[in-house]
């Protein structure tokens, strides 16, 4: 691989998604490798959030329901997803928020597996689906949660396990696993899967129904530039739909919530997943953000994907040798997501140093820098900047400054 700028530039003018950065608004004079916490604002959305505002709440209030759509957003939001997860279009809602769904989901899978007591999940998972199934296993009666390394999972599940409930990209190692083997040493128990596909959806090949999985979840901000605390999504195979019951028993998820009757019963199918009434500005920028992929080929994503974290790995591997920075994330670009993460002993400092030159990334405690490469709009030549200056930083000790060291509420 050629390491100049120049070789960046010429890799930037070969590449079929070039066009696609345009379609972002993006700040000038930033490198942005953050799009997997929070992808960047698409050009489209101003304007459609204003129309949304003005005209379809302005002018056509409580008739837009009906005339925009509003009451069918969360399916036709999910059936756009459906594609980008190897799901069928009446699989996938758009509903609620990631840890929302990661109730819901886990709660309805463990009452679908009675007298089997463990929700297995690994140590170091985000923190929301570690909390929300301590949460679970504390509101149901005997349930427990148990953590096992990645690796000891496919061994570890017995005819005790209820549910196995994993991250299909790691948040911080952005390690990748494999979906399918999982999957399939569950139901060979009689477990059900969760998996969490936050860091997957819109950057790496998800294969929902190839891998007979049963449920998902993920979010909506990160690659899919759905905004700050865009609705998430969840997915919930055909064939369980009718046999899950949600613990969320709101008016949305009924059979017939204009009927208004005192008892519940749930709509078939996914639509019983719903739970209070959809976000709609919310929504709209979410389907802005998914727009931004129609027409976009997505293995040619992927492949783009792949390409900018290579890129990035072997110009640290050439530039920043010899400076206390240690890759945590795989070499192996089939066995991670769309980000790498790195440790430094300053981590946070080195983070906040890079901030100050332009370089979006982010810590991530203890130790971790973390560098996201959105295919739609990152360049090569973005990586090979980022790179230019983190190397600077680390041979000067810039980012060696009390300055860089002072901690703010969100890192
Ligand atoms: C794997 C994973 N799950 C869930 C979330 C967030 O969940 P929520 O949107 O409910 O805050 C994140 C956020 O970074 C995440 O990385």
Redesign the pocket.
């Known amino acids: 691989m050629t390491l100049t700028l120049d070789a960046a530039r010429a890799r930037d003018a070969a590449d079929p998604l070039r066009h696609k950065r345009a379609d972002f608004l993006l700040p000038a004079g930033k490198i942005y490798l953050d799009g997997n916490?929070l992808g960047a604002l698409p050009r489209s959305t101003p304007a459609r959030i204003a129309r949304l505002v003005t005209q379809e709440w302005g002018e056509d209030l409580i008739g837009s329901w009906n005339t925009a759509g509003w009451i069918d957003a969360p399916r036709t939001l999910g059936a756009r997803i459906a594609p980008l997860i190897g799901a069928a279009a009446d699989e996938v809602l758009v509903t609620d928020?990631?840890?929302?769904n990661?109730f819901k989901l886990l709660t309805a899978a463990c009452l679908a597996r009675p007298g089997r007591t463990t929700i297995l999940s690994e140590p170091g998972n985000?923190p929301?689906?570690l909390y929300i199934a301590d949460g679970v296993a504390r509101t149901l009666p005997d349930r427990r949660l148990r953590t096992l390394p990645a690796d000891d999972i496919v061994t570890a599940i017995d005819d005790d396990v209820a549910v196995v409930l994993l991250?299909h990209v790691h948040?911080k190692s952005g390690r990748r696993l494999d979906m399918a083997a999982i999957t399939a040493a569950a139901h060979a128990q009689g477990a059900l899967v969760l998996w969490?596909l936050?860091?997957s959806v819109g950057a790496v090949p998800v294969a929902l129904g190839a891998c007979d999985a049963d449920l998902a979840v993920g979010?909506g901000?990160?690659y899919l530039n759905g905004g700050p605390?865009a609705p998430?999504f969840l997915y919930v195979a055909r064939a369980l739909q009718d046999a899950l019951r949600s613990p969320l028993t709101g008016w949305m998820g009924h059979d017939a919530p204009f009927a208004f009757t005192d008892d519940y019963r749930p709509a078939p199918g996914i639509a019983r997943f719903l739970c209070g009434t959809p976000p709609i500005v919310a929504m709209g920028a979410l389907e802005q953000g998914l727009a931004q992929f129609d027409g976009v080929d997505f293995d040619t994503l992927v492949a783009k994907s792949q390409a900018l974290c290579d890129l990035f790995v072997a110009l640290v591997d050439t530039r920043c040798a010899g400076f206390d920075l240690t890759l945590l994330s795989p070499r192996d670009a089939a066995a991670r997501g769309s980000h790498l993460s790195y440790a430094h002993p300053d981590a946070y400092a080195l983070c906040q140093a890079l901030i100050a030159r332009g370089v979006t990334g982010d810590f991530r405690a203890p130790d971790a820098v973390r560098f996201g490469f959105t295919p739609l709009y990152t360049s090569y030549e973005d990586v090979w900047r980022a790179v230019d200056i983190l190397a600077d930083l680390l041979a000067t000790r810039a980012w060696d400054d009390p300055a860089f060291r002072r901690r703010v509420a969100v890192t």
Request: proline share 0%; aromatic share 16%; hydrophobic share 20%.
């Open positions: 916490s928020s990631t840890s929302v990661l985000f929301t689906d991250t948040y969490d936050s860091h979010c901000y990160k605390g998430a």
